[in-house]
């Protein structure tokens, strides 16, 4: 069984950051919410209306008194942090953290991602609970980030990690497919034949060699079936009534 991880906010101060979080969340793919002695009460109307569309989420939420209660049932937990302050244990990247989270969930461990409040961060003896630490590469010149923005970007790592969308692709909208190859086909006869009336394709020992390489320009630009329906009618638009040269006269 794979379990995502849960996502951990230890004294987390303003619900609008609270929602936040829990949209970051949703965006990602994580749902287990728990929040440790927030500052203000709860329910927070602040989180209700900054969450959006991951309500579920915050309605979900659990609420504990001390983290050792919010992470007892977790085996493996990060806790993200930019200050090392004497604690003594493994220091990740997110993308190096979603990972490991990533291995450690397909073998059904419970894992979780641990933040600290917004005014502090965590504290020695909350950070001291974690498996290892996470943290954020950021400009030296200013490394500050908000809550909302921490989870965000710890939970893309994670959603990333196991995510297969090709890292480029050519989208032609959500009207057009790519072009057949028997389209392809008729605009490189419908092209050749224009060029050859109109003398373009000359002498006869180039013509060969002109049309490989005229056809290795058109596969290379992947048009979509409308593309060649367009550039078809450009071919059609620029040979009618012109006078055709023969290329031996």
Do not use: C
Not at 79 to 103: D, F, H, N, Q, Y
Not at 170 to 195: Q, V
Not at 218 to 235: C, H, M, P, Y
């Amino acid at each position: 069984m794979s379990f995502a991880p849960a996502v951990i906010l230890a004294r987390p101060q303003l619900g609008e950051n609270i929602g936040a979080a829990a949209r970051a969340m949703a965006n990602f793919g994580l749902s287990d919410l728990r929040l440790v002695a927030p500052r203000d009460p709860w329910p927070n109307e602040r989180a209700w209306s900054m969450a959006a569309g991951a309500l579920g989420i915050v309605e979900g939420a659990r609420v504990f008194d001390r983290l050792q209660d919010a992470i007892a049932d977790l085996q493996t937990v990060y806790a993200t942090t930019a200050r090392l302050r004497g604690v003594s244990k493994p220091v990740l990247t997110p993308a190096e953290a979603a990972g490991r989270l990533r291995a450690a969930s397909a073998e059904g461990v419970k894992t979780g991602l641990l933040f600290g409040s917004e005014r502090a961060g965590l504290d020695n003896d909350e950070a001291a609970l974690a498996t290892a630490l996470v943290t954020i590469p950021t400009s030296p010149d200013f490394a500050s980030l908000n809550l909302g923005q921490a989870v965000l970007l710890n939970a893309y790592e994670w959603w990333k990690a196991g995510d297969a969308t090709a890292p480029a692709r050519l989208d032609h909208g959500p009207l057009a497919a790519p072009a057949s190859r028997a389209e392809m086909i008729h605009l490189f006869e419908h092209l050749e034949d224009e060029l050859l009336k109109s003398g373009f394709l000359y002498p006869p020992d180039k013509v060969d060699s002109m049309r490989l390489n005229l056809r290795a320009m058109l596969n290379r630009a992947a048009l979509s079936d409308q593309e060649v329906r367009t550039l078809r009618g450009v071919i059609v638009s620029l040979t009618r009534g012109k006078k055709r040269r023969n290329p031996a006269e």
